[in-house]
C-alpha cells in the first residue's frame, strides 16, 4: 500500500543554479556552468554555459559557448551558439557561429558570421 521513494542517485536531473557575475566583479580564468550564465562584470577568459546572458556593464574578452547567447554588453572573441540575439547596445569583435542569429539595429559586428 504504501511505497517508499527511491533516493536521488546524483545531480543527475537537478538543474544547476544560476551563475551571476555582478558589475564590480572581474575574473580571470574560464567559466564553464551547466546552467545559465549572466555576466554584468569583466571575464578574461571562455566562457561556457548552457545560456548566457552578457549584460550592459559586462565584458568577456575571450571565447563564448553556449545553446543560447543574450548578449547585450561587449564581447572581445569567438561566439558559437545555436541561438544569438545582439540587442542594440551589443559591442562584439569576432566571428559568430550561429544557427539563429538576430541583430538589432544599432549593434555593433566586427567579424565574419557563419552558420553552423
Same mark, same amino acid.
Given at each position: 500500500?504504501?511505497?517508499? #521513494?527511491?533516493?536521488?542517485? !546524483? #545531480? ?7 551563475? /551571476? /557575475?555582478?558589475? $564590480? ?13 549572466? /555576466? $554584468?562584470?569583466?571575464?578574461?577568459? $571562455?566562457? *561556457? ?8 556593464? !559586462? ?7 553556449? $545553446? +543560447? ?9 569567438? /561566439? ?9 547596445? #551589443? ?7 550561429? *544557427?539563429?542569429?538576430?541583430? *538589432?539595429?544599432?549593434?555593433?559586428? *566586427?567579424?565574419?558570421? +557563419?552558420?553552423?
Amino acid at each position: 500500500m504504501f511505497s517508499k #521513494a527511491k533516493p536521488d542517485s !546524483g #545531480a543527475r536531473g537537478k538543474a544547476a543554479a544560476p551563475t /551571476i /557575475i555582478s558589475s $564590480d566583479i572581474k575574473v580571470r580564468g574560464d567559466l564553464k556552468s551547466e546552467g545559465e550564465v549572466q /555576466i $554584468d562584470g569583466t571575464v578574461e577568459g $571562455d566562457v *561556457e554555459g548552457k545560456a548566457l546572458s552578457v549584460g550592459t556593464s !559586462g565584458v568577456i574578452t575571450g571565447a563564448v559557448k553556449a $545553446d +543560447r547567447a543574450l548578449v547585450c554588453g561587449q564581447i572581445n572573441g569567438e /561566439i558559437r551558439a545555436r541561438v544569438i540575439t545582439l540587442t542594440k547596445s #551589443a559591442r562584439v569583435k569576432g566571428d559568430v557561429l550561429h *544557427e539563429t542569429l538576430t541583430i *538589432e539595429p544599432g549593434a555593433q559586428l *566586427e567579424g565574419h558570421c +557563419r552558420r553552423l
